[in-house]
C-alpha cells in the first residue's frame, strides 16, 4: 500500500462547479499536511496548508481528519485556470521529507 | 527575488553515460532536497542537504546516484551508468530550514535513450 493514496483521475468538471479531491495516509505519526499544484510540465507549487481546524482560501477548502488519516480540498466555484494535477503531500516523522501522492488531475470545461 | 533554478532544462543521454544535473537554491536557503518525478506520480524524495553535508540521503535508490553540495548553496547531482529507467523529471527545492517550505525549481527532464 502506497504511504499517501489519491483518486488518480481525471476529474472532467464544467466552469462553475464544486470539485473535491480526497487523500489517505498511512502513517499515523505524519504530522503535516499540504495540497500542492502542478500544471503540465511545470513544478508543483504549494496551494495551500492543511490544518486540524480545516482552513479556507477564498475557493478553496481543506480539511484534515486525524482519525481516519484523511484530507481533503474542496474547490468551489471552479474556474478555467483550476485545471491542472492536485498533489496530497504528507511529511513525515523527520519532519523535512514530503511524501507525495500520485495526483489527481482536473480539468475544467467551459 | 529570483527562485530556484536548474540546469540543463533537458537532458538526452544514451544508456550508460554519466550526467550532471545542477541546482541554484534560494539566496540563503540552507535546506536543499532533490526530488524524482516520474510520469504520471508523486515526486519522490532522493535526498536532502542542510548545508554542505547529506543529512539524509535515504532515497537514492543505488550507488549510481550521488549529490554534492560543496560550499553550502549549488548542489550537483551526479548519475552514472545511467539506464532507462532513469528517464524521469529531477525537482531540485530549497528552503530556510528542515521544517519550512520548499520551494522548487522548474525540474531537469532527463531521458535516457
Known amino acids: 500500500r502506497k504511504e499517501v493514496e489519491q483518486d488518480p483521475g481525471p476529474f472532467n468538471v464544467p466552469e462553475g462547479a464544486t470539485v473535491a479531491f480526497n487523500c489517505t495516509y498511512s502513517?499515523?505519526?505524519?504530522?503535516?499536511f499540504f495540497w500542492y499544484r502542478q500544471d503540465c510540465r511545470k513544478e508543483p507549487k504549494l496551494l495551500m496548508s492543511?490544518?486540524?481546524?480545516?482552513n479556507e482560501d477564498g475557493r478553496f477548502t481543506a480539511q484534515l481528519n486525524r482519525a481516519s488519516q484523511y484530507i481533503s480540498l474542496l474547490i468551489r466555484d471552479s474556474k478555467l485556470s483550476d485545471s491542472a494535477t492536485y498533489l496530497c503531500?504528507?511529511?513525515?516523522?523527520?519532519?523535512?521529507?514530503?511524501?507525495w501522492g500520485a495526483g489527481t488531475k482536473l480539468i475544467i470545461k467551459p | 527575488g529570483a527562485g530556484v533554478s536548474q540546469t540543463p532544462s533537458n537532458k538526452v543521454t544514451e544508456k550508460g553515460k554519466y550526467v550532471e544535473l545542477r541546482c541554484d537554491p534560494i539566496?540563503?536557503?540552507?535546506?536543499l532536497y532533490w526530488y524524482r518525478q516520474s510520469l504520471g506520480q508523486g515526486p519522490e524524495f532522493l535526498i536532502y542537504?542542510?548545508?554542505?553535508?547529506?543529512?539524509?540521503d535515504s532515497g537514492l535508490p543505488n550507488d549510481r546516484f550521488f549529490a554534492v553540495r560543496p560550499e553550502g548553496s549549488v548542489s550537483t547531482l551526479k548519475i552514472q551508468r545511467t539506464e532507462r529507467g532513469d528517464s524521469a523529471v529531477y525537482l531540485c527545492?530549497?528552503?530556510?530550514?528542515?521544517?519550512?517550505?520548499?520551494?522548487f525549481g522548474p525540474g531537469t527532464r532527463l531521458t535516457v535513450l
Open positions: 527545492a530549497s528552503g530556510r530550514g528542515g521544517t519550512d517550505t520548499q520551494y
Open positions: 539566496s540563503g536557503h540552507t535546506a
Open positions: 542537504f542542510q548545508g554542505t553535508g547529506a543529512a539524509d
Open positions: 502513517n499515523s505519526a505524519s504530522q503535516s
Open positions: 492543511v490544518y486540524s481546524s480545516g
Open positions: 503531500v504528507v511529511k513525515s516523522g523527520s519532519n523535512y521529507q514530503l511524501i
